[in-house]
């Protein structure tokens, strides 16, 4: 750590003035003080300096002031930095700075020009503008020739260094100075702001440009600290603390997403010096904060990646965060707007849900959309928030149709939908349909029996049906069937779906990415052409790689997301989070990251997925302002 001496005296200062300025004056006393209005210039100057010195700034000020109003000489330079200062002691700074100002605009090249310069350097510093007193000081330096009193104004820029000088003045100063030993001074002082915003490369740079022939031994500890961080730097790993559930009840998803990043790390090429530490936060609130603020210290973490569950994720809001926080799959979108270091890696399920209605509608130009969905859960939420975007769009749906239990049966809803698809036919356009089709039963268009994956209506129920509802007459009549399932659902809804003839575009959800299901004989045929958006295209496998959905496929691409900002040179936090924010797109091979809202920390970007020939294949990312097709 570098430490800046803040502490500023003037005294030496004082006396120096009152030494070396003024040396040529003899301060003469006078015991009747009635002689004072025949009292020469030099002896009228003598006794305001006496009054200076006593301590009695206001007296000496009026003294200063009334031989620069009755005296014309060479010498009033000298009184009008004598008020500046006693008007300084005074506190009166900005009737300090006009003194000063008045010496350089009325006494050009005068010996007291630097002395001017110092105390107006001395005014900002009072008035917290270390920016300005860098400037004065620097200015003043060259004039100066006595060593003791450069050693102290070198001191003061050091403090005004320590304290913080504006990058954009720095850039604007080393443009314009000449002095060589000003500039060394400049570009310390850059490197300095460099290593204070964590960036890494410039202070390396710059601090590898300044000559130290030309560097005042008074900045050399900087100077060496500085270099000694470049060699730290350079041999320090660049630590991602990893917060995972890998006991308890959400281990299944800590566990996956850990495999995932393990398997990537272990066969890519990654820099040693980037090192994963994990810890099991067992899914407790109580542990998770206890880690994070423990590794809010270490100033080798720049960033946590995690934790997964809800309440883990919901306590990071209550805090302030001291570094950047990865989330890699949450519902919690909203707190992006209150936690701007909170970063959502995966779309949340309104994203989701506006992404597929915006394609829907917006770029497949689909109207007459019908749904059929669980009436409760998140996927509950997740339709709600498609129905609220399609209504954004100007779409109202034809149809809604809810289920709460498992979709065992789900043929009311179906015959509702059907008799909505039916309604929609014009009349005159109804009568070429074949009404006189025999029912026989409805499983009769499938080779299987149906039957082995869920109760079907019974016969007598079928027979009673419209013939004009008959399941054999295909319908055209709805664009779009936008069935979110749960987990484990598809089976039933896949099965009983297409018993209904719907001849429409079917969108999904990410658990329809079950491929050993979706593949069977009695479901894959009837789904051609499916549309399934989802945050990661990867097929959910019952493999010992992924025992919850795609955790083990999101692992893969947010450690390469990650290791894609730090392999720009990033070793810093603060330099960290801000390529996060500036992150344009991020494509890995299963998932597209491309952050919007308010803090920039919202991942907006869902990938698009279509069925065919019993593969699912991704045709496309959709971030809302553009679909970039993929070809395959």
């Given at each position: 750590m570098i430490l800046i001496n803040l502490q500023i005296s003037n005294s030496i200062y004082m006396?120096?003035?009152?030494?070396?300025i003024f040396y040529p004056l003899i301060i003469v006393h006078f015991a009747n003080s009635e002689q004072v209005d025949t009292l020469s210039y030099y002896e009228k100057f003598n006794n305001a300096v006496i009054s200076y010195k006593e301590g009695r700034y206001?007296?000496?000020?009026?003294?200063?002031?009334?031989i620069l109003s009755n005296e014309r000489s060479y010498r009033d330079p000298a009184s009008q930095l004598m008020m500046?200062?006693?008007?300084?002691?005074?506190?009166?700074?900005?009737?300090?700075?006009?003194?000063?100002?008045?010496?350089?605009?009325?006494?050009?090249?005068?010996?007291?020009?630097?002395?001017?310069?110092?105390?107006?350097?001395?005014?900002?510093?009072?008035?917290?503008?270390?920016?300005?007193a860098f400037k004065h000081y620097l200015k003043a330096r060259p004039q100066i020739e006595d060593l003791l009193f450069l050693n102290e104004i070198d001191q003061r820029i050091y403090n005004c260094i320590g304290m913080?000088?504006?990058?954009?003045?720095?850039?604007?100063?080393?443009?314009?100075?000449?002095?060589?030993?000003?500039r060394a001074i400049i570009n310390l002082s850059r490197a300095y702001r460099a290593w204070i915003s964590g960036n890494d490369y410039d202070l390396e740079f710059i601090i590898n440009e300044i000559d130290t022939f030309y560097l005042p031994g008074h900045f050399s500890s900087l100077f060496g600290s500085l270099k000694r961080i470049i060699n730290e730097q350079n041999k320090r790993p660049i630590t991602i603390a990893v917060?995972?559930?890998?006991?308890?009840?959400?281990?299944?998803?800590?566990?996956?997403?850990?495999?995932?990043?393990?398997?990537?790390?272990?066969?890519?090429?990654?820099?040693?010096?980037?090192r994963f530490l994990v810890f099991d936060t067992m899914g407790l609130v109580i542990k998770t904060l206890d880690i994070i603020n423990n590794l809010s210290s270490n100033p080798e973490v720049i960033s946590i990646l995690g934790p997964l569950t809800r309440d883990e994720v919901i306590s990071l809001s209550g805090i302030k965060l001291q570094l950047p926080i990865l989330i890699p799959k949450s519902e919690l979108s909203s707190l992006a707007d209150i936690a701007e270091n909170l970063f959502f890696l995966s779309p949340s399920n309104d994203i989701i849900a506006k992404r597929t209605a915006e394609i829907i509608i917006k770029e497949l130009n689909l109207e007459r959309i019908a749904i059929l969905s669980p009436g409760n859960g998140q996927i509950k939420s997740l339709t709600d928030h498609f129905i609220h975007e399609c209504r954004q769009l100007g779409i109202d749906p034809v149809a809604v149709e809810w289920y709460i239990e498992k979709p065992e049966d789900i043929s009311r809803q179906l015959k509702n939908i059907r008799s909505t698809a039916w309604d929609l036919v014009p009349e005159d356009e109804q009568e070429d349909f074949n009404l006189n089709l025999e029912i026989d039963s409805l499983d009769a268009l499938f080779d299987v029996d149906v039957t082995d994956f869920f109760e079907l209506p019974s016969e007598d129920k079928v027979e009673e049906m419209d013939e004009k509802d008959s399941a054999k007459v295909i319908l055209e009549t709805i664009d779009a069937i936008y069935i979110p399932i749960r987990p484990d659902e598809l089976t039933y809804v896949g099965t009983q779906l297409p018993l209904y003839n719907f001849n429409t575009v079917f969108f999904g959800n990410?658990?329809?990415?079950?491929?050993?299901?979706?593949?069977?004989?009695?479901?894959g045929p009837h789904f051609q052409g499916m549309k399934i958006v989802s945050d990661v295209n990867s097929a959910i496998s019952n493999g010992d790689k992924d025992t919850f959905t795609n955790y083990y496929s999101l692992a893969t691409d947010h450690v390469s997301f990650i290791y894609s900002i730090i392999e720009q040179g990033i070793s810093k936090r603060k330099h960290f989070l801000e390529n996060l924010k500036n992150n344009i797109r991020y494509d890995g091979s299963l998932t597209s990251i491309k952050?919007?809202?308010?803090?920039?920390?919202?991942?907006?970007?869902?990938?698009?997925?279509?069925?065919?020939?019993?593969?699912?294949?991704?045709?496309?990312?959709?971030?809302?302002?553009?679909f970039i097709h993929i070809s395959e």
């Open positions: 006396d120096k003035i009152i030494r070396y206001s007296l000496a000020a009026s003294k200063f002031s009334n500046a200062k006693s008007q300084y002691h005074l506190k009166l700074y900005q009737k300090a700075h006009r003194s000063c100002r008045a010496i350089l605009n009325n006494y050009p090249n005068s010996p007291y020009e630097h002395d001017a310069l110092v105390l107006m350097g001395d005014i900002a510093l009072q008035e917290n503008n270390e920016t300005k913080g000088v504006k990058e954009e003045s720095l850039e604007g100063l080393l443009f314009k100075e000449k002095n060589q030993f000003n917060l995972l559930p890998l006991t308890g009840l959400e281990k299944n998803q800590g566990l996956s997403y850990l495999l995932g990043l393990s398997e990537f790390l272990n066969q890519s090429n990654i820099d040693k010096s980037i990410e658990n329809w990415l079950e491929t050993s299901l979706l593949n069977q004989e009695v479901i952050f919007i809202g308010q803090n920039k920390n919202l991942n907006g970007s869902a990938q698009v997925i279509e069925y065919s020939n019993n593969k699912l294949k991704k045709i496309g990312i959709y971030n809302g302002e553009e």
